[in-house]
């Protein structure tokens, strides 16, 4: 999990700069993910040195979904439960299983809690 997460910070960052920080996209293996940053930030692209506290957000918020496999879809409100000050990096994460995985789906703070996702592959084999 930490290897995935790890990937998807460095996919977001290498986008800084090139694209609008607000909404980031990647793929790699058999993973692809799409992220929409929100908050009151007027610029949602964080600094380098962030980098942790964007990782350790991204870790915290899965970690909370307490999942053993990988729906198709998940999209999950990112956030830091820690000592961060008025939430430095906030957003929503839409991921799932490359091929599976709808990333033009909408992900964010109007979704329906009572979404049914279906499993299929272990996060394990991620």
């Known amino acids: 999990m930490k290897s995935i997460i790890a990937w998807i910070v460095a996919s977001i960052t290498a986008q800084w700069g090139r694209e609008e920080c607000a ?16 908050g009151s930030s007027s610029d949602p ?24 496999t990988l729906p198709d879809s998940t999209c999950m409100p990112v956030d830091f439960d820690g000592q961060w000050n008025n939430g430095a990096w906030k957003g929503y994460l839409l991921y799932g299983p490359l091929g599976k ?6 992900c964010g703070p109007s979704l329906k809690p009572e979404l049914e996702l279906t499993s299929t592959n272990s996060i394990k084999e991620l």
């Open 101 to 106: 995985v709808q990333l033009d789906e909408y």
């Open 23 to 38: 909404v980031s996209t990647g793929a790699s293996g058999k993973f692809a993910y799409k992220y929409y940053a929100v």
């Open 45 to 68: 692209c964080a600094t380098s040195s962030q980098l942790g506290r964007i990782e350790e957000s991204l870790y915290h918020s899965i970690r909370k979904l307490d999942l053993d």
